[in-house]
Nanobody, 129 residues
Framework: VQLVESGGGLVQAGGSLRLHCAVS????????VGWFRQAPGKEREGVAC????????FYDDSTRGRFTVSTDDAGLMIHLQVNDLKSEDTGTYVC???????????????????????WGQGTQVAVSS
């Protein structure tokens, strides 16, 4: 399984970016892709998740209304549209995949790092004030 992020960059506060996560190496509709942000010196935190089979989406309170996660029809590219960026959004954005029917279970935590088995390398987002 491979996940490759792209789309990061330097943007002024209030600006927007569209991040991408290319997913490959497995053949299942039962999976979820989460986006995580890691700011310098801080722990990795979940910001958004999409479950491919039913397109269910999940957001952290800090990003709801500003971030939108989506997928193409084939599930090969997961996008994260990030709007109204703030300085606290600066960090490395990493996508991760959880594969299997567990993504539909009551115990699945879509914004928890422990829910995911496969990780990308990340793309950098820097927001200047």
């Amino acid at each position: 399984v491979q996940l490759v992020e792209s789309g990061g960059g330097l943007v002024q506060a209030g600006g927007s970016l569209r991040l991408h996560c290319a997913v490959s190496g497995f053949n299942s509709d039962d999976y979820a892709v989460g986006w995580f942000r890691q700011a310098p010196g801080k722990e990795r935190e979940g910001v958004a998740c999409i479950r491919f089979a039913d397109r269910a989406t999940f957001y952290d309170d800090s990003t709801r209304g500003r971030f939108t996660v989506s997928t193409d029809d084939a599930g090969l590219m997961i996008h994260l549209q990030v709007n109204d960026l703030k300085s606290e959004d600066t960090g490395t954005y990493v996508c991760a995949a959880s594969i299997g029917s567990s993504v539909f279970g009551d115990h699945f935590r879509p914004l928890a790092t422990g829910s995911y088995e496969f990780w990308g390398q990340g793309t950098q987002v820097a927001v200047s004030s």
